[in-house]
């Protein structure tokens, strides 16, 4: 939220549960002697904040993935005037996955990537 003149007429009291006081602590590395100040709660939040983005970097680059499949689809549908069955039926995605596609080891293109270069 925005807060023009914080410490100048308004002011932030954080109330932070026994929970998340320990997460806190773990995070940044405090003894429960010392007290949590507003920039342990900041820099947790950011950490948090961080975290949360590394893990869905996949689930984004996975949705990049089937917009620009989709959007070649809607593409050629449009320079056809029409969507053919096969597209149509391309456009779908998968409602489940088989166990052999969920738990195959399989390369993925990090992998793939990464491997190249060592």
């Not at 940044?28 to 904040?49: C, M, P």
């Amino acid at each position: 939220m925005r807060m023009r003149k914080l410490g100048r007429g308004q002011s932030v009291t954080f109330c932070v549960s026994p929970e998340m006081a320990r997460r806190i602590r773990r995070v940044k590395k405090l003894d429960n002697a010392v007290r949590i100040g507003v920039a342990d709660v900041i820099d947790w939040a950011i950490s948090e904040t961080w975290d949360k983005a590394v893990r869905s970097v996949p689930l984004w680059a996975t949705q990049g993935v089937r917009h620009e499949r989709q959007e070649a689809i809607w593409k050629r549908a449009r320079d056809t005037e029409g969507l053919p069955a096969q597209d149509a039926s391309d456009y779908l995605e998968e409602e489940a996955l088989s166990l052999e596609r969920l738990y195959r080891p399989q390369v993925s293109a990090v992998t793939r990537i990464f491997g190249a270069i060592s």
